[in-house]
T-cell receptor, first 117, second 108 residues
């Protein structure tokens, strides 16, 4: 089954304790990205990657790191989490496209609810 | 002012009604997505548009690039259509910018 797998689903941690949220896709997609969703602010892009070893910042990259060593995996790393990073996080992937693409959908993981105390 | 604005923010409809959700944006875009977020939180991509119109079942999405506006229509609405509908634009650097969503409730 084609899917984006995110783990863990729920995570409670304390300020300063490094954590990683994993994201894996089995569709051979080039494009992968991370988002956070907060009440009243909606979804905001954290980082994205257009292929292996190619990553770029979204709108809210501060406090986050990513790496893309393999095509299928795109982990999100919080080196020193803080309470303002408490949020619902989503990973997503799609086939890479350029001008003239014919409508490629974005496939989302099921989300990770992170609480930083 | 947000770069992507959706209207209305909340919408309640009776089953069978025709529904329109609007998305206006102020930036140059390569394409636009319509997403559906279920009450349980999962997000599904409904359409990606760069021009014209797309239809899937009871859902129709249109985009007018010159006017920087897109609409999502739901014909013969059903309670299972109750969800948050989110507009997302792709700017030329392949970044995504999202609207804050339209919360739709369809009553039986």
């Amino acid at each position: 089954e084609a899917q984006v797998t995110q783990n863990p689903r729920y995570l409670i941690t304390v300020t300063g304790k490094k954590l990683t949220v994993t994201c894996s896709q089995n569709m051979n997609h080039e494009y992968m990205s991370w988002y956070r969703q907060d009440p009243g602010l909606g979804l905001r892009q954290i980082y994205y990657s257009m292929n292996v070893e190619v990553t770029d910042k979204g709108d809210v990259p501060e406090g986050y790191k990513v790496s893309r060593k393999e095509k299928r995996n795109f982990p999100l790393i919080l080196e020193s989490p803080s309470p303002n990073q408490t949020s619902l996080y989503f990973c997503a992937s799609s086939l890479f496209w350029a001008q003239g693409a014919r409508g490629e959908k974005l496939f989302f993981g099921s989300g990770t609810q992170l609480s930083v105390l | 002012k947000n770069e992507v604005e959706q209207s209305p923010q909340n919408l309640t409809a009776q089953e069978g009604e025709f529904i329109t959700i609007n998305c206006s944006y102020s930036v140059g875009i390569s394409a636009l997505h319509w997403l559906q977020q279920h009450p349980g939180g999962g997000i599904v991509s409904l359409f990606m548009l760069s021009s014209g119109k797309k239809k899937h079942g009871r859902l129709i999405a249109t985009i007018n690039i010159q006017e920087k506006h897109s609409s999502l229509h739901i014909t013969a609405s059903h309670p299972r259509d109750s969800a948050v509908y989110i507009c997302a634009v792709i700017v030329r650097t392949y970044k995504y910018i999202f609207g804050t969503g339209t919360r739709l409730k369809v009553l039986a």
